[in-house]
């Protein structure tokens, strides 16, 4: 296997430099004209300004604003950071030691940087707060679901771990409160084809040969509303929305199904009453059985009557 290339350029806030290749068949003069084509939402100013300051590098050191382009060469450099906002509540540490952390991660943050979410994402925040530069998640939740993670402490157990998820050998549990509908036959098997679009915020069920399973069961219900056990045996986007929104009965709080509403990132009222409770499986490393469970609840099936959807977590 092909040892990936140390980069020339420290974490900063927990995050690895960008790197680009520079590829073979360029015909720019310098590498500052290629960036600034490569970049087009970044202005040729800050890009300037990157490279007066020593801030874009190859493996020899800072580039000169007039370094010349070196085709197959590669360069370093750390992003501008979007503005965000606080997500305003903490992360559970369910169970720690050398190899694996498991976290109970809350509604509104999410699991990796992408677009808009950098530093407040579960994964940059564990690790500057926990000092683990080498953490790595094995999974993922959407930002709006609560519950358990497992990342990865020790780079050299990486694949045991994520490979569990991959070929579905780890048994997950979530928790929903959706409306209760008397008529509705439980428990079942719901399969379906799941699609998910670029660029389109929310995944689709579509005609064709199932990919995505979930089995559905009620534990109990009161007041019109349904608390609701969910085993998917696959992990499409947005899966378990979707499958319990084809049910007639969607998940409270849910901002896509079954219609797309406009709602502010920094709007943390009325959370996805979707909860990932539990996380079971045979340790790849031990071989011995793990089962980790969630110490959240889900505001709505106490809030009752009259969910008020506050943001307490």
């Not at 310098?30 to 020593?54: F, N, S, W, Y």
């Not at 994520?162 to 579905?168: A, I, K, L, N, V």
């Amino acid at each position: 296997m092909r040892r990936r290339q140390q980069p020339p350029l420290p974490k900063r806030h927990g995050l690895d430099p960008a790197r680009l290749r520079l590829p073979e068949d360029g015909h720019w003069a310098t590498v500052r004209d290629h960036l600034v084509e490569r970049l087009p939402r970044v202005d040729p100013a800050r890009i300037d300004e990157m490279l007066r300051a020593g801030e874009i590098v190859d493996l020899d050191g800072p580039l000169a604003p007039d370094a010349p382009y070196v085709a197959g060469g590669a360069v370093w450099f750390h992003r501008d950071l979007p503005v965000e906002q606080e997500v305003p509540f903490e992360i559970g540490i369910v169970h720690r030691d050398e190899d694996i952390l498991v976290i109970d991660k809350p509604h509104f943050l999410a699991t990796i940087p992408r677009g808009q979410h950098i530093l407040q994402t579960a994964l940059v925040r564990l690790r500057r707060e926990l000092d683990l530069p080498d953490l790595i998640p094995a999974h993922r939740l959407d930002r709006v679901t609560a519950g358990l993670i497992l990342f990865v402490v020790n780079p050299a157990v990486r694949g045991a771990y994520q490979t569990m998820f991959g070929h579905r050998t780890v048994r997950k549990e979530y928790e929903a409160i959706a409306p209760y509908d008397p008529t509705l036959e439980l428990p079942r098997v719901v399969r379906s084809r799941i699609i998910k679009e670029k660029h389109v915020l929310a995944a689709q069920e579509v005609p064709g040969v199932p990919n995505a399973e979930t089995h559905v069961e009620l534990v109990e219900h009161r007041d019109g509303l349904g608390r609701y056990r969910l085993r998917p045996h696959t992990g499409r986007t947005h899966q378990l929305r979707l499958h319990m929104n084809s049910l007639g009965v969607p998940i409270l709080g849910d901002d896509f199904f079954p219609v797309v509403t406009d709602k502010s990132v920094d709007d943390y009222t009325r959370p996805l009453q979707l909860l990932a409770a539990t996380l079971e499986f045979t340790d790849p490393i031990s071989r011995v059985p793990r089962r980790f469970e969630s110490r959240r609840t889900l505001q709505a099936w106490h809030d009752l009557p009259g969910w008020s959807g506050s943001a307490v977590e």
